[in-house]
């Protein structure tokens, strides 16, 4: 088969990636080969390509926002035939440490990320547990299938805090899960959504996904009338920025991954004065059977969410891409749709 390797920037592929002819995985005892269809090109794997990734093992085989059919089962598999049009969600938590145990999965102590630690989606077959296998539902196409795992990350944030129905929203940063952000958002009945983004061309998309307004920094009136910020930039400023623009009782939530190293100014007396909460999300726990449900309702919301696909073979090209402003979502074609 072929596949997309990474060598963390270890053993000098150009540009940190190479496409290889493998061996096929086989699928070993409860396991399911997958021929990936549409895979998602996430900023996780725009860091695993730089080697800053602290999880990645290379050389891997990146990918985990995927869908596409099975080819094989291993032995005690019960639950997928092949030929079943399935889609995956990329994290294996071992169900006994005591994080599991709360049902906070994300979290897990012996957590295993698919294309991360072992190899993922960006090839012609991946083998991975039949634990963490769904069936896709006939009405989601590929390109839908691909958004589940980002959508299935925002639902989870969403979870973690109150209801956004009838509330304002102000979204920090335009990129796919800041857009996916405002069409939940839209979905779940904020009153009224904004956005803060540098890109133009973001903040066009984020007006075409459900966004009534969409700023550049600096250009929003100084009020503190927002109930939700939902932070997807990853930059410190920007969650100062937010801590501003929060009404009494508002509620930060943290989506972005900014620098570990990063430090912003935090003043306790605002926390206690508007009883603020900042609520931090990362990955998805638990959350991915019920964002394919939320997406059978989204995806025709979410038609203009991907600017473009790109073959296996145009890998480099595809990655450039998503570093790029052009970039909505980007994703990699690694099987012909049958
Ligand atoms: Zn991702
Ligand atoms: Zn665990």
Same mark, same amino acid.
């Given at each position: 088969m072929r596949a997309l390797v990474f060598d963390g920037r270890t053993s000098g592929y150009e540009g940190g990636m190479r496409l290889e002819n493998r061996e096929s995985p086989v699928a070993g005892p409860g396991e399911v080969l997958i021929a990936p +269809? @549409?895979?998602?090109?996430?900023? /996780? $794997? @725009?860091?695993?390509? $730089? #080697?800053?990734? %602290?999880? #990645?093992?290379? %050389?891997?085989?990146?990918?985990h926002e995927f869908s596409g059919r099975v080819l094989a089962i291993g032995p005690g598999v019960t639950r997928f035939a092949i030929g079943a049009r399935v889609c995956v969600d990329p994290n294996i938590a071992c169900g006994t440490c005591s994080m599991c145990r709360e049902g906070a999965f994300n979290l897990c102590s012996n957590l295993v990320p698919v294309g991360v630690t072992i190899d993922g989606g960006f090839a012609e077959a991946v083998a991975v547990p039949e634990k963490i296998v769904h069936l896709l539902p006939q009405s989601l196409d590929a390109q839908a299938a691909a958004l589940i795992e980002p959508l299935a990350c925002v639902l989870?944030?969403?979870e973690r805090a109150p209801t956004l129905q009838d509330a304002s929203v102000?979204?920090?940063? &335009?990129? =796919?899960? #800041?857009? @996916?952000?405002?069409?939940?958002?839209?979905?779940? #009945?904020?009153?009224?959504? *904004?956005?803060?983004? %540098? =890109?133009? /061309?973001?903040?066009?998309? &984020?007006? +075409?996904?459900?966004? +009534?307004v969409a700023f550049a920094p600096g250009e929003r009136e100084n009020r503190r009338d927002v109930r939700f910020v939902i932070e997807a930039s990853g930059h410190p400023a920007a969650v100062a920025d937010a801590l501003d623009r929060l009404a009494p009782r508002g509620v930060l939530i943290q989506m972005g991954v900014c620098a570990p190293e990063a430090q912003i100014v935090l003043t306790p007396f605002d926390l206690f004065?508007? *009883?603020? =909460?900042?609520?931090? =999300?990362?990955s998805l726990s638990g959350a991915y059977g019920r964002a394919i449900e939320v997406m059978t309702m989204l995806a025709p919301a979410l038609q203009g969410l991907v600017s473009h696909v790109f073959a296996l073979d145009e890998a480099r090209e595809a990655f450039a891409t998503a570093r790029s402003e052009m970039a909505r979502k980007v994703l990699i074609r690694c099987n012909p749709s049958p």
């Open positions: +269809e @549409l895979v998602g090109i996430c900023g /996780t $794997d @725009l860091h695993l390509l $730089d #080697g800053e990734y %602290p999880l #990645g093992r290379f %050389p891997r085989i990146a990918g989870h944030a969403f102000l979204v920090y940063g &335009a990129g =796919s899960i #800041g857009l @996916l952000a405002i069409a939940l958002a839209r979905h779940q #009945g904020a009153a009224r959504i *904004e956005v803060i983004e %540098p =890109s133009a /061309t973001r903040r066009a998309a &984020a007006l +075409e996904l459900g966004a +009534e004065d508007r *009883e603020l =909460s900042l609520i931090g =999300s990362q």
